[in-house]
């Protein structure tokens, strides 16, 4: 089985520029979690999203934002990049529902730089 | 809310030796899930382990085992003869459990950079 893709890998974007990175995760799972990786903060939790609703949020800005389609695939997106945006961003994908004991398998993460 | 510390920023091990890594957290809650997770430098998160808080016995995954005590809110990881492919960042986690709702984020640990010395 296929694990999580995440793409693009890496991507370099101006100040003030906005984003859009994908996640597609492991089939048969419902649910998928961003989450933000910086070496000043760590691993910061974005968002979940389960049969294409936001279910979670973390503490972030307005300018992140996300959405799942359909096919369980998820987009998120920072809108007016700013400097410290600059992060690894990762994916997580996990079956969903009611029980919360399943683990939540990552992607490989998208290297995002922002100048 | 809860929070979890890794004390150790930086570990080193000879290779077939044994290493131990401290994970501490802060909950008021009863039942929860931990997790190690492990980042080699290519950056894949890969999970180790996990804990169930309402079970007594520690996990074991081949090599790795866990300490588990509750009470004292301590969750440490153990590598048993320690290989260079060891050698990583470890994620100590905790999740909440949420029933009908949301899954419940991770909370990390600032982790624990393992270097595994031939």
């Known amino acids: 089985k296929a694990g999580v893709t995440q793409t693009p890998r890496y991507l370099i974007k101006t100040r003030g520029q906005q984003v859009t990175l994908s996640c597609s995760p492991i089939s048969g799972h419902r649910s998928v979690s961003w989450y933000q990786q910086t070496p000043g903060q760590g691993l910061q939790f974005l968002f979940e999203y389960f049969s294409e609703t936001q279910r979670n949020k973390g503490n972030f800005p307005g300018r992140f934002s996300g959405r799942q389609f359909s096919n369980s695939r998820s987009e998120m997106n920072v809108s007016t990049l700013e400097l410290g945006d600059s992060a690894l961003y990762l994916c997580?994908?996990?079956?969903?529902?009611?029980?919360?004991?399943?683990?939540?398998?990552f992607g490989p993460g998208t290297r995002l730089t922002v100048t | 809310a809860q929070t979890v510390t890794q004390s150790q920023p930086e570990m080193s091990v000879q290779e077939a030796e044994t290493v131990t890594l401290s994970c501490t957290y802060d909950?008021?809650?009863?039942?929860?899930?931990l997790f190690w997770y492990k980042q080699p430098p290519s950056r894949q998160m890969i999970l180790v382990i996990r804990?169930?808080?309402?079970?007594?016995q520690n996990a074991t995954e081949n090599r790795f085992s866990v300490n588990f005590q509750k009470a004292a809110k301590s969750f440490s990881l153990k590598i048993s003869d320690s290989q260079l492919g060891d050698a990583a960042m470890y994620f100590c986690a905790y999740r909440s459990v949420n029933y009908g709702g949301s899954q419940g984020n991770l909370i990390f640990g600032k982790g624990t950079k393992l270097s595994v010395k031939p």
């Open positions: 804990q169930e808080a309402y079970k007594q």
């Open positions: 997580a994908s996990s079956l969903g529902g009611p029980i919360t004991s399943y683990e939540q398998y």
């Open positions: 909950t008021s809650e009863s039942d929860y899930y």
